[in-house]
């Protein structure tokens, strides 16, 4: 439930959303033990239960779910043991974004904990491609590898795994994106690579609480699952049921059952770092178990014993008591990316498994160098894809379909948000490989993207993903029609192309307070599916505006409330665009009159409260996002 608050048109394009969700505020804050206000934030967050509200607000890692509820988790306990105790070579194949790295770590040191002949590949983005492919399946086999256990990928990979049966390994998949499916008549129904285990939350029939977990999670998960079956963790969920009886003869192996638990239950205080980083940098929504693994990854990595994420740090200049999830994600998180982009994700997995700082530091700051050279080759492939976007008329489209051919197409999938971000439209964009166009789409609400690749499957040659971003590749001569399909398909009208803003309350600057800003920090870690609470004040005048930052690009602005009360606003938007459309609407010379101390201009401001800690000293701050 919600409310269209103002939308015009010719200024600002954008509509603003209120929410308007009911529930008892008074009652849950009582008994919460905070601001009715932060009730309201909760309900807004879609918890429709005090108990959800409390679980959100103080759960521990004793609310997370039980691993046994994730569909084959018995097989692939049960595989990954037996593999252990014949003594097979195991070999884990991760990906190489950060999920994927970070997902690798944790199966590989949780594997090696039992005392396992394990290593890693992780595909080449340029040679390999993304996931299991026949080159590292029948490389595996030349190796001696009897157990591939996949990670972050492999769902989609059935024609490798039966390659990988008839060499004679078995292969374990644990992954988080989308099962691919094929219609018959009305129904979609799964298709399912032949695996001793698929490990998904993404699955059908599972009976896993909440799928919106990364594949770092995932793979945490069955480490979990290890640990719990050798006794070094909490016992099993009773939940679990049959998956129990089917595990139970698992004990009855030759492992020191009691060393191999401990080293499981010492690692995963440190596996917890690993899952909150790929959860963020892979843009899950902070909702359900993903909020409580983050902010206890967080706290962990404040204090972290990893030498390499310590190094990163270091020369990313972030002090780790202040670490939090937008360091992760946009900072830290594209660093690790880079190696995958423009070099060998292996370089990553190097850093954080490297027991010496010197060898530490070296890494880092070659990724950090390699992630500088990438800002600058997005920056140049932003251009060109606007510029060819206006050239060739395509922002009439809804789905924008850009070809670059010479654009490295390890950035795609940075472009293509960029410019879904520019255009509030799905974007795909595609460059040319080795073997053939890849690409990289990312979405907008409304738009299922899988399932819109999977409508036009048979132009693609490979494809994967999910419901807001997928990858793909095909024939170049396909473009053309693979661009007009998708269009045609697409049932999006021009309103869905409009950014909203979603508001949480029309509150008054008075009342924020340091209190409640501090209250509103037990909402965090922020991010996708929780982000940070907007307020919206309607009819505040502006009476002065100043720049602020290098170059006077922000604002600082004195606004005097309907009460008549004063307050300062700073703004981190353009202050050349503000300026702007002040004249826009007030007309020439208005710009000019509140630099100068002399506004009389009463604007809607949508904000956020928060505090600004400078030199030891707090002051409460109000952040100005978009305005009226």
């Not at 638990?261 to 995963?268: E, I």
């Not at 490295?408 to 410019?419: C, D, K, P, V």
């Not at 050349?576 to 604007?603: I, T, V």
Request: aromatic share 8%.
């Amino acid at each position: 439930m919600g409310s269209l608050l103002f939308f015009w048109g010719e200024w600002r394009m954008e509509k603003w959303f209120v929410y308007a969700k009911k529930a008892d505020f008074k009652a849950w804050g009582e008994s919460l033990g905070v601001d009715p206000l932060i009730a309201r934030l909760l309900r807004n967050r879609d918890l429709t239960e005090e108990a959800e509200a409390r679980r959100f607000l103080y759960g521990t890692l004793q609310d997370c779910h039980s691993p046994w509820l994730l569909r084959d988790m018995d097989k692939a306990a049960e595989g990954i043991l037996s593999a252990v105790q014949s003594g097979k070579r195991i070999r884990v194949i991760g990906d190489y974004d950060v999920d994927g790295i970070c997902a690798s770590y944790i199966l590989t040191r949780g594997i090696a904990c039992l005392g396992a002949s394990v290593d890693t590949a992780i595909p080449h983005r340029i040679h390999d491609g993304y996931g299991l492919n026949e080159h590292l399946i029948r490389e595996a086999a030349k190796d001696g590898v009897g157990l591939i256990v996949t990670c972050d990928n492999g769902i989609a990979a059935a024609q490798q795994i039966c390659l990988a049966k008839e060499l004679g390994m078995e292969v374990i998949v644990t992954d988080h994106h989308e099962v691919p499916f094929m219609m018959v008549g009305d129904e979609k129904r799964e298709v399912l690579p032949e695996a001793l285990a698929v490990v998904d939350p993404k699955r059908r029939e599972d009976s896993y609480p909440f799928s919106g977990i990364c594949g770092a999670t995932v793979a945490y998960k069955v480490i979990q699952a290890l640990a719990e079956r050798l006794g070094g963790a909490k016992e099993p969920s009773a939940r679990a049921g049959k998956a129990l009886e089917q595990a139970a003869s698992l004990r009855e192996t030759s492992l020191d059952l009691e060393k191999a638990g401990k080293a499981l239950r010492d690692s995963m205080e440190e596996f917890l770092e690993f899952v909150s980083f790929a959860t963020v940098c892979d843009i899950m929504e902070l909702k359900d178990e993903n909020r409580i693994l983050v902010r206890e990854g967080l706290r962990r990595l404040r204090s972290s014993g990893n030498i390499g994420l310590r190094a990163l740090m270091q020369v990313c200049s972030i002090d780790p008591k202040t670490l939090s999830a937008y360091h992760l994600g946009f900072v830290l998180g594209p660093c690790l990316n880079a190696t995958g982009r423009l070099d060998t994700a292996t370089r990553a997995l190097q850093l954080l498994s490297s027991k010496d700082l010197v060898e530490a530091v070296t890494i880092a700051r070659d990724l950090k160098e390699l992630n500088d050279s990438r800002k600058n080759l997005t920056l140049q492939g932003i251009e060109l894809a606007v510029k060819t976007i206006e050239e060739q008329g395509l922002s009439e489209d809804k789905v924008l379909v850009v070809f670059l051919p010479e654009v490295h197409e390890s950035l795609a999938g940075i472009i293509a948000g960029r410019l879904r971000e520019q255009y509030g439209h799905p974007a795909i964009l595609l460059t040319r490989g080795e073997e053939g166009v890849k690409g990289s789409g990312r979405s907008v609400e409304g738009y299922h993207m899988y399932e819109a690749l999977t409508e036009v499957g048979e132009l693609l040659t490979k494809f994967g993903g999910h419901k807001m971003a997928a990858g793909l590749s095909l024939p170049e001569e396909n473009i053309a029609e693979f661009r007009r399909r998708l269009n045609e398909n697409c049932k999006l009208e021009a309103e869905d192309f409009v950014p909203t803003l979603h508001i949480d309350a029309e509150m008054p600057l008075e009342y924020g307070s340091m209190e409640l800003a501090r209250q509103m920090e037990a909402l965090e870690p922020f991010g996708v599916g929780n982000p940070r609470p907007l307020f919206v004040q309607r009819n505040l005048i502006f009476r002065k505006g100043s720049p602020m930052g290098k170059e006077g690009k922000y604002g600082r602005f004195t606004a005097e409330a309907p009460s008549g009360r004063r307050f300062s606003l700073t703004f981190f938007g353009s202050m050349d665009s503000f300026l702007q459309d002040l004249d826009a609407k007030y007309g020439e010379g208005s710009a000019q009159a509140l630099l100068s101390g002399e506004g009389d201009f009463a604007m809607h401001v949508v904000y956020q409260l928060g505090i600004n800690s400078y030199h030891g000293k707090e002051e409460l701050q109000y952040l100005m996002k978009s305005y009226r």
